[in-house]
């Protein structure tokens, strides 16, 4: 009995110096939040604090932080939240200077960010939480198909230069259209999925052809697109659909994954999120599993690559009762430990340290998404950027299917994008 209320005493000190809180912390559904939960039970025992993780569909927890986090309350002492949606959630978070230090875990230096994910979290100059995945755009190419000897000498034939990893957006095509026009696999796996998604990849055409989309002037987003340069990036990806999959006009992940790693004929190369890249390269699930070479996107015709950018960051809300646990728990999840581990699970973390580890060569696609950071670029952020999506999404669709023509597509973008903005008062 003794030995039972001493065990019981000491159960209750530990409890009372960490404190016994429940954290309640939303997640949005991904192999990288997944890999993590599987971890947490050794979170609890090590503070005592209890974790409640409510995980949903990327939509869902933006629909879900809008009505349950306020400045007064809120119903999670952790949110996690997608680059893109920054702006709109920022005034309810606290800014990591004003996080409690850590009794267990050290608060972690922002420098172990990777630099290019580090500014995910940043709105008006003030860090609001941590970037916490390596989220960006990836090249995936058929390793099986430049490799092979016939096909190398009859592209180089007709081309007159060497099949290989497509180094430009003309070399995608270039490529993609050999294959395709062979019967050999399709050219190219477009995103047509979520307005988010089709967002970025109409941000990616954009760029490659040299005209930005949305800029800050003194503090508000301005529309800057060169419309002349929009219908041309559109057009060519038009061309790209052309030798993309059947159904390429609604393709979003989980038909993109089908499409490359299912198909027998497959697809050549396309652009994947590192979170995605396990079940690609699991021989259980992937007919190309060690079949695929990863680098960074091919440059577009102004000579720049640029990789889209959809990194996540995790926040305490202002209304929290548990600011001191919340943050306990993302030290320890930010800690290189965890991100080495959650590496070891085909997942990428946000730490330099992590990713660049030599201790990872037999995971090639890590050094890819290294160089790809290096050519990161960010999706326009502005409170009322939901709304542009939908509108960038409708007219895309249509433009790159021959619904309507490309440059009557970039003009509507403009201009309900401009009605969108005048109404915000910018």
Known sequence: MKR???????????????????????????????????????FEKATGYKV?????????????????????????????????NIPLFASLFETYDKWPAGKKYPKLDPKTVTPAMLDVAMWDGKLVGLPINGNLYVWMTRKDLIENAQYKKDFKAKYKYDLGVPQTY????????????????????????????????????????????????????????DEKKGAEAMEF????????????????????????????????????????????EDPDKSLVAGKIVYSAPPAGPN??????????AVNIPLASKNKAA???????????DIAMRLVEKNTVPARTDALTDPKWASKPWLAAIADSMKSAAARPRFKEVAQVQDIVKKYWIMGITGQMPCADAVKSIVKETNDVLAKAGY
């Open 303 to 312: 000579g720049k690559r640029y990789a889209m950018r959809g990194t996540w």
């Open 52 to 84: 409640n993780i409510e995980i949903l569909q990327p939509p869902q927890v933006f629909t879900k932080t809008s009505v349950a986090v306020t400045k007064d309350s809120t119903d999670y002492d952790l949110v996690c939240v997608d680059e893109g």
């Open 170 to 225: 003309q070399q995608m095509l270039e490529m993609g259209t050999f294959f395709n026009e062979k019967g050999i696999s399709a050219g190219f796996g477009p995103f047509n999925g979520g307005p988010a998604g089709v967002f970025g990849e109409a941000i990616f055409m954009w760029s490659g052809f040299g005209t930005t989309f949305i800029d800050q002037s003194s503090g508000k987003p301005k529309v800057t697109l």
């Open 326 to 336: 919340a943050a306990e728990f993302v030290y320890w999840w930010g800690s290189r």
């Open 237 to 280: 990806y038009k061309k790209l659909m052309a030798i993309s999959p059947k159904g390429a006009e609604t393709m979003a992940h989980a038909e993109r994954q089908a499409a490359y790693a299912a198909d027998p004929k497959g697809i050549f190369s396309m652009f994947i999120w590192p979170a995605q890249i396990a079940g690609y």
């Open 4 to 42: 039972t209320a001493l065990v019981a005493l000491i159960a209750l000190v530990v409890l009372a110096g960490l404190g016994a809180q429940t954290i309640n912390a939303l997640f949005w559904d991904d192999a990288y939040p997944r890999a993590l939960m599987e971890m947490i039970p050794e």
